[in-house]
T-cell receptor, first 116, second 116 residues
Framework: AQKVTQAQTEISVVEKEDVTLDCVYE???????LFWYKQPPSGELVFLIR??????QNEISGRYSWNFQKSTSSFNFTITASQVVDSAVYFC?????????????FGAGTRLFVKA | DSGVTQTPKHLITATGQRVTLRCSPR?????VYWYQQSLDQGLQFLIQ???????AKGNILERFSAQQFPDLHSELNLSSLELGDSALYFC???????????????FGEGSWLTVV
């Protein structure tokens, strides 16, 4: 069975703090993809990153970084020097192949509040 | 502006009715995805089309159907609507089928459906 767990429902930080959002996944597939999405208060969904199961290299994009560890089935997301504009709900998602093609499931999301 | 256009933005309809949500992908994008976001179920992947063909199926109810037309726009048809179908329906597009590294998924602003 596939499962994505974002154990942190809400996180509140003060601007300029670093914050890590956790994502733990379960899948029996050897080929799968992991995603992070951002949903700001305005409601739109913004794709942040995709990582495939064969690439465990960490990724850094500006203040954002992602740590993918297959050994612990985790794909954590760190925001360095957080800003108020980072306030949003962040979703982790897993896509893997099953009968009928690829299937995507989402975590419940982590709501991040960044206070000025 | 992501380049993905969804219509209508808001829709109120009665139980038992049928509605059609429309999505125009970004120019050049061959894949279209549909997602549902509700308070009860969270964010769920419904279905993906690639160049007119169904590629992946998620938690899409039998009362729902989708298609992608030769001009690549897509429609999501929701029938025999129930109160629980009230949700925000997102469409997204990407250049190619899932499995190609590095392609970005772009989301529309969503269609708010309220069933009363």
């Amino acid at each position: 069975a596939q499962k994505v767990t974002q154990a942190q429902t809400e996180i509140s930080v003060v601007e300029k703090e670093d914050v890590t959002l956790d994502c733990v996944y379960e899948t029996r597939d050897t080929t799968y993809y992991l995603f992070w999405y951002k949903q700001p208060p305005s409601g739109e969904l913004v794709f942040l990153i995709r990582r495939n199961s064969f690439d465990e290299q960490n990724e850094i994009s500006g203040r954002y970084s992602w740590n993918f560890q297959k050994s612990t089935s985790s794909f954590n997301f760190t925001i360095t020097a957080s800003q108020v504009v980072d306030s949003a709900v962040y979703f982790c998602a897993l896509t893997s192949r099953n009968t009928g093609g690829f299937k995507t499931i989402f975590g419940a999301g982590t709501r991040l509040f960044v206070k000025a | 502006d992501s380049g993905v256009t969804q219509t209508p933005k808001h829709l109120i309809t009665a139980t038992g009715q049928r509605v059609t949500l429309r999505c125009s992908p970004r120019s050049g994008d061959l894949s279209v995805y549909w997602y549902q976001q509700s308070l009860d179920q969270g964010l769920q992947f419904l279905i993906q089309y690639y160049n007119g063909e169904e590629r992946a199926k998620g938690n899409i109810l039998e009362r729902f159907s989708a298609q992608q037309f030769p001009d690549l726009h897509s429609e999501l048809n929701l029938s025999s609507l129930e109160l629980g179908d009230s949700a925000l329906y997102f469409c997204a597009s990407s250049v190619s089928r899932l499995g190609d590294l590095g392609n970005t998924i772009y989301f529309g602003e969503g269609s708010w459906l309220t069933v009363v």
